[in-house]
Structures are given as C-alpha cells and as structure tokens.
C-alpha cells in the first residue's frame, strides 16, 4: 500500500509538473494562448462525479499579432493572423445543448456532421441476440438512440439524435478550429458495428461536444519580457474566447463488452465471473459478472486524460497517429497538413459513479458472448428501493 501510495503521489506531482509547464507556454510564439480555466488540476488529479462538471478553455489572442478581423453577416467573426501566413480562427458566440433547436454557426457543419447519421452521432455496435444466439444484425447510422427494438447497442451520451443542435462528437460548428480528443470509450473510432479501434489509432475530435463560445473582444494582458534581468513587462491588448463544456454522463468513461456468463450456463450465475472487452481491447477475466458493477469500477479506478489544441480554419472531426507513437496530438494534426496555432494542454481526471442501480454504471456496457457458450445471462437484478450512494476513492 506505501508504493501504491509513492506511486500515486509521484504521478501526481508529474502531473502538476505538466500543469505548470503548459501554463508557462502561455505567452508562446503562438497567435493564440490556451489555457484550462476548469477542472483545477494545480493541486493534482481533481476527483469529479460522473457528469455535470464543466471543461472550461481560454484562449488568448494578441491583437498586435492579428493581420485582420472581420465581423460576417451571419455572426462568424475570423481573426487571420500575420503569422503562420494565412492562419486563422473563425468562431460564433454560441449557446448549444442537445435536443435544442440551432441557428447559428457553419451551416454546413451543423446540419451535415452534428446530425442523424453523421459522424457526430453516437457509436453503433452489434450486441448478442440471445433468439439466434449470434451478433445482432446490426447497420450503423441507420437507428435511431430513441429506438428501443433495433438492432445496434448504442452507447455513449445523448447527442441529440436527428436534432440540429449543433451538439455532437465531431468537430464544432462554432470554434471551428479546436481540437478536443481523449483515448477513451466513444472518443476513439471503431470499425462498426464490430467492437474493434481501425488501425492506426484514430480518435475523435469531440470538440462539438460544448455547450458554449463567448468571446471578449478588447482587453489588455500584461506579458513578461523574457531573458536574463528583463523584469518588466508590457502591456498588450488581447482578445479572449472561452469555450464551454457541461461534461454529460458516459461521455468521458470507458465503453465496456461484458460477457456474464462464463463457463457452464446452468451455474454460470453462481460464480460471479465474468469477461470484459473494455474500448475495444483485449478480452480479460474479472471477478464480477454484474455489467452495472464492473462499469462503475472501471469509471472509480480510472483516470481520464483530455488534449485540447487549436488549429487554423476548419479541424479534422477524427485525427489518427500519424507517427505510430500511441498518442494523437498536434504533432500529428501538423503531420496531416493542418496549421497548430496554439499550444497543446492536456488534462487528467478521476471520476466516480454516484449509483450502483437507477442509472449507475454509466450503461457504457452491452453484452456479447466471449467464451462461446451461447449465453449472456445476467445476475443482478436492481432493488425496488432507491439506490445507493458509493463513497468516493481516494
């Protein structure tokens, strides 16, 4: 327990090395300065429910480092910047939800990606039929999430279904040129309706997943002069745009394929074993067969990693590891052609589920067979009762 202990801590404070170190890029050569105004990870990993706390982003643009900036018609405002030439940020001060009704932003983007069958929707999977005791039949992008007698395992937090909401997991119709990803359940790209991540790792750009952009459009920052003696610093005049996330349930946790029924199926459910595939990897034992159980334990006991980064004009709604080194970052949006104008920051969380029953476990899970004995039975059934409350991990 000491070493685990070690361990925590000195991950901890590599983290909040990270932290500081990003913070220190603020003033960077880049037209525009990210920062993380929420979660606070200074102090460490911030520990959060399982839904409702916000990703909040600030970005910093030097006015004296902005060639032009123009006002449209339709409310988009783009800064082209005097260095890398031609770069530019269009953005929309923008309210969304899902389900709500959207007017403003890139109409192409809002009523072609963020919508129905588009990218932006949720992941479509096949799931075990137990009739045919086989795959579902399973056609992704042709259900919809309401639709309760099809034959795809959707999963992943609501996105609005056919709604133009301009809500989705895909690339944002409003800040039109930030990159948000996370190597994590619905953010990583399967190959539906099989259970498996396409090759080379791609991931999501979930940046449409915010609820809003605001804008400052005059302001002053003081930056430091930097080198040796060179106190004083100068004052400049800025704009500044925040970007806005409510994080939803099942959004930032894992996507799970439970098989609770191990071995012989007249006492598999005697045994509490089970067999799990979690965001489309390998198959492994646990020692609990209840889905609901085994999705909180995944969400208590792990710890969730965001990238944010801004890019010139349009972002990518899915980046790959262009450099085969197991991340997807801006070095491999630079590798795809695009233009990083910001530094990256990156951020980690633990989160903890509030419910074992009425809604705990996320529903990140559906069912397959893994051990070839044509059954998925499951063991639990919730209480008529409320359910409880978990205690937190530390």
């Known amino acids: 327990m000491k070493t685990n202990n070690t361990l925590r801590a000195l991950r901890w404070f590599a983290i909040c090395m990270i932290v500081i170190s990003l913070s220190a890029q603020a003033d960077s050569s880049h037209p525009v300065s990210l920062s993380l105004e929420s979660p606070h990870t200074a102090d460490g990993i911030p520990l959060l429910t399982d839904n409702g706390w916000p990703i909040i982003l600030e970005m910093t643009i030097r006015r004296d480092k902005v060639a032009d900036d123009t006002l449209a018609a339709d409310g988009r405002r783009t800064l082209t910047f005097q260095s ?6 269009d953005v929309y001060s923008d309210v969304d939800d899902f389900g709500m009704q959207d007017n403003v932003g890139d109409a192409g983007r809002r009523t072609n990606t963020l919508v129905g069958p588009g990218l932006g929707r949720e992941p479509h999977f096949a799931a075990w039929d137990g009739e045919t005791e086989d795959l579902s039949d399973c056609v992704p992008g042709t259900e919809s999430r309401s639709d309760l007698g099809g034959e795809c395992a959707i999963r992943g937090p609501f996105t609005g279904e056919d709604a133009v909401d301009g809500y989705a997991l895909a690339a944002d119709d409003d800040m039109l040129g930030l990159v948000l990803v996370s190597e994590t359940g619905v953010g990583i790209v399967y190959d539906e309706p099989s259970f498996e991540p396409i090759a080379p790792m791609t991931l999501r750009n979930m940046a449409g997943m915010n609820n809003q952009v605001s804008f400052e459009w005059r302001d002053t920052k003081e930056f430091k002069n930097s080198g040796r003696g ?15 996330f409510n994080t939803p349930v099942n959004w930032l946790r894992n996507l799970v394929m439970v098989d609770p029924c191990i071995g012989d199926i007249a006492t598999c459910t005697e045994t509490g074993q089970g067999m799990i595939r979690v965001d489309g990897g390998p198959e492994q034992s646990v020692g609990k067969s209840d889905p609901a159980l085994i999705s909180i334990d995944l969400l208590n006991q ?7 980064f801004v890019v010139s004009g349009d972002a990518p709604d899915t980046l790959s590891d262009m450099n085969n080194d197991t991340v997807v970052n801006a070095v491999d949006a630079s590798m795809a052609g695009y233009d990083v104008i910001s530094n990256e920051l990156s951020f980690t969380v633990l989160q903890y589920d509030q419910l074992d029953c009425f809604g705990g476990g996320g529903f990140n899970y559906f069912f397959n067979d893994l051990d070839g004995n044509k059954s998925v039975a499951e063991t639990k059934v919730c209480p008529t009762g409320p359910g409880r409350f978990e205690r937190p991990p530390r």
């Open 302 to 308: 792990g710890e969730f990693t965001v990238t944010a």
């Open 230 to 244: 060179k106190k004083n610093g100068e004052l400049i005049e800025v704009s500044k745009v925040w970007v806005t």
């Open 84 to 89: 890398p030439t031609g770069a530019r940020l």
